[in-house]
């Protein structure tokens, strides 16, 4: 059986990557692609903790609710920024000053 700790450190990596996707691409997709994997670590942490809870499997539970409030979030997202595309003509968030007319 794996131990937590493995879990826990594969976690804080997947955490550590997106973060660093987050904060240094200059592209809005690279950027929702960094954010993925920040919510992809905290699923991984609540199906491992999950094993401890032998009653309710409220861990798996609320992994589930993770993973459909990512889908929902990346079909938002992914739509402002086809409209972003559309109007702007690039999706690099700092070229991006006004959001009105």
Known sequence: MIPLSHFMLISAALFCIGLYGVLSKRNAIMILIGIEFMLNAA???FVAFSR?????????TFALFAIVLAAAAVAVALAIILNVYKYYKTIDPTR????RD
């Open 43 to 45: 699923i991984l942490n």
């Open 96 to 99: 991006i000053d006004q959001l």
């Open 52 to 60: 401890y809870d032998k009653f309710a499997a409220g861990g798996q």
